[in-house]
């Protein structure tokens, strides 16, 4: 059975975009890419190897730095305090947001009133 169609009105036989769209790649829509952030393991440049590497006993103490900055950018400052004091110390990231830094008790804080 052959239906009778006005003249001028065509059928597409393929389904899809005769643009440019397709000729993009799948998942590639040609947005921003996404900004690659450094590891804050990196901007810990004076920090200790391991553990093991600092003059027992220690304590471990947090650290929440400037809320404004991202981790990488927040434990660059702490580095660059301790390093100026000479303090040896090892982070490690507790949260998102929060660090753990450990220290030789020698270079501990003194307690608030």
């Not at 643009?19 to 998942?27: A, L, Q």
């Not at 730095?65 to 991202?70: A, R, T």
């Not at 301790?82 to 270079?107: C, D, G, H």
Request: charge should be positive.
């Amino acid at each position: 059975m052959v239906s009778e169609r006005p003249e001028g009105i065509g059928v597409l036989d393929h389904a899809g975009s005769r643009g440019k769209g397709k000729r993009r790649s799948p998942g590639r829509d040609g947005g921003a890419r996404k900004k690659q952030t450094p590891t804050w393991h990196k901007q810990a440049a004076h920090a200790a190897e391991s553990l093991a590497a600092l003059p027992k006993p220690v304590v471990t103490l947090p650290y929440y730095g400037d809320h404004y900055k991202n981790p990488g950018e927040r434990i660059y400052v702490l580095d660059q305090l301790l390093s100026k004091a000479r303090i040896p110390y090892f982070p490690a990231q507790s949260s998102q947001w929060a660090f753990t830094i450990t220290v030789p008790e020698e270079n501990r804080p003194p307690s608030p009133p």
